[in-house]
C-alpha cells in the first residue's frame, strides 16, 4: 500500500480543494445504535432487528454538528486523525436516528457483543451475507448503514449523546418498543440479493 493510501478510502487523503457534492449521510441504530446518514432502508433493518427480537426504547432523529460528532466518536478521533476530515464532511448536517435498543444478549456476554455480530465487520465487504452492513449496502467504515456500541459502557456513553440520562432511564423501565419509523420521507433501499 503506498503512503497516504488506505483499502477503506483506496486513495489519498488528502483533503480535495472543492467539493461539489455531499456524500449519503449516515443513520445510527445502538443498544445504543444508529442509522447512518443517507443510508435509506432504515425501516428494514429496524424490521430486521424487531424479528431477532429486539425492541426500540428510544428513537430520536437529529442533525449531527461538530460537539455531537466529536462527542460520539471521542475515543477514536485520534486513530483516524489523518482522516478525520471526511468524517466531517460526511456527518456535519446530516441527520441521524439514533437509537436505544433492548433485548436478550443470546449468546453473548451483553447485548452490544451480540449487536457487533449482527452488523458485522466495520468494512461491510468483509462481512458475508446475514450481515446488516453487508446486506443493506455499506460501502466503507465511514459510508454503512449502521452504528453499534463496542461494549455496556460505551452503549450508555453514546447514548447520552443523543439522549439524558433521565430518557434513558424512563425507556429502560417503560415496556413496549416506541415504534420508530425511519422512513419517514426516506425511501427504501432493499438489502442485497
Do not use: C
Amino acid at each position: 500500500m503506498r503512503p497516504g493510501s488506505s483499502p477503506g478510502f483506496g486513495g489519498s487523503f488528502q483533503k480535495p480543494r472543492r467539493r461539489t457534492t455531499r456524500g449519503p449521510p449516515v443513520d445510527r441504530l445502538r443498544h445504543g445504535e444508529t442509522r447512518r446518514p443517507g443510508r435509506e432502508g432504515g425501516g428494514l433493518i429496524l424490521d430486521k432487528l424487531r424479528l431477532e427480537g429486539l425492541v426500540v426504547k428510544l428513537a430520536k432523529r437529529v442533525r449531527m454538528d461538530r460537539d455531537l460528532l466529536d462527542s460520539l466518536y471521542f475515543f477514536v478521533k485520534a486513530k483516524y486523525r489523518e482522516t478525520w476530515w471526511l468524517s466531517e464532511e460526511f456527518y456535519l448536517g446530516r441527520e441521524v436516528l439514533a437509537l436505544l435498543l433492548w433485548g436478550s444478549p443470546g449468546e453473548f456476554p451483553h447485548l452490544p457483543a451480540r449487536m457487533r455480530r449482527e452488523v458485522g465487520p466495520t468494512t461491510p465487504d468483509a462481512g458475508s451475507p446475514g450481515d446488516i452492513r453487508y446486506d443493506f449496502q455499506g460501502v466503507n467504515r465511514l459510508m454503512n448503514p449502521i452504528h453499534a456500541s463496542e461494549d455496556p459502557a460505551s452503549s450508555l456513553r453514546e447514548a447520552m449523546v443523543f439522549f439524558d440520562l433521565k430518557e434513558i432511564l424512563d425507556a429502560i423501565l417503560s415496556e413496549g418498543d416506541v415504534g420508530a419509523n425511519p422512513e419517514v420521507g426516506g425511501g427504501g433501499q432493499k438489502p442485497r440479493r
